[in-house]
């Protein structure tokens, strides 16, 4: 028999890493999908490849404010086409469909990688009591033996003319011998007061949508809505030297010193002191004998 909590297709075998429980579907519906709210609906699967892919595929016939959340994700997508999985439960991975487009210009829809870094690095700091940074652009990092790693990432994809679908991928109780880069991390090993993936989910959710309400009430404003302002606070790409790998293979090292009205970092070159506005590509943060 399948328990009234378990994810949808889920077998009784879930169960079987005690560490590792289903997460809570009926209590995360009442909680999330109450009048008012963006949410607008809650699925959980047992396991495929990208809740991203999944979600975009059924945009057209859903509602904004769905979400589609993976007990485990086996071909989870990042910038660049990365993937990556993780072993089933260990994490939160999940996909979001917003409509940003009644009142918000397509040219500000850029920002919502960088909001929802913001709301997951908020939500993920009171809710799991540990301290969060985040890596221009779009990297949830924590602190683990005094080194950084990234615990996740976040991906905005286009859904048709109006849509976007935003997912994330961040690693809960991922254990030392788990980990797929020694970069990585989890909130486990960042030594996180809790990580009960139900009240994380529900915390990074509702600080989802208190950030992107704000934008979106600002017309994508980012500097009206306080994003722009919350983002620079919480980055740890600022103020250090870092280098840039650009498309193309041509490379910039420098100090970043801002992120501009548009989403993209701002770096001194070391040098000629020119100002580099990095749009797209790798940031790597340089330690001083790099």
């Not at 909590?5 to 075998?13: E, I, Y």
């Not at 007990?71 to 940003?100: H, I, K, Y």
Request: glycine share 12%.
């Amino acid at each position: 028999m399948t328990p009234d909590n378990a994810p949808d297709g889920a077998p009784a075998s879930r169960w079987s890493d005690l560490d590792r429980p289903p997460l809570n579907v009926p209590a995360l519906r009442r909680g999330l999908l109450v009048p008012g709210s963006l949410w607008t609906s809650l699925d959980v699967v047992a396991a495929t490849g990208s809740t991203n892919s999944d979600l975009a595929a059924r945009a057209a016939s859903l509602p904004e404010g769905a979400v589609l959340v993976a007990e485990e994700q086996t071909a989870g997508r990042g910038r660049l086409d990365r993937t990556w999985s993780a072993p089933a439960r260990s994490g939160l991975f999940f996909s979001v469909l917003l409509r940003p487009g009644q009142g918000v210009p397509p040219e500000s829809w850029g920002w919502l990688p960088l909001l929802a870094g913001v709301a997951a690095a908020t939500g993920l700091a009171r809710a799991a009591g540990t301290d969060m940074s985040l890596k221009w652009p779009n990297d949830l990092l924590v602190t683990v033996g005094g080194e950084e790693r990234k615990t996740g990432g976040i991906l905005a994809e286009r859904a048709g003319d109006d849509a976007v679908v935003l997912g994330m991928g961040i690693n809960v109780t991922l254990r030392a011998d788990e980990l797929p880069v020694p970069t990585a991390g989890s909130l486990a090993l960042a030594n996180a007061v809790s990580t009960d993936r139900d009240p994380l989910l529900r915390a990074v959710l509702r600080s989802l949508e208190h950030w992107y309400g704000e934008w979106r009430a600002a017309g994508g404003d980012p500097a009206a809505s306080g994003v722009q302002e919350a983002y620079a606070a919480g980055c740890a790409t600022l103020g250090r030297t870092v280098r840039a790998d650009l498309p193309g293979g041509r490379s910039v090292t420098g100090e970043a010193v801002a992120v501009d009205g548009q989403g993209r970092v701002v770096l001194v070159a070391a040098g000629d002191g020119e100002r580099i506005a990095v749009s797209a590509g790798d940031i790597v943060h340089l330690r001083a004998a790099d």
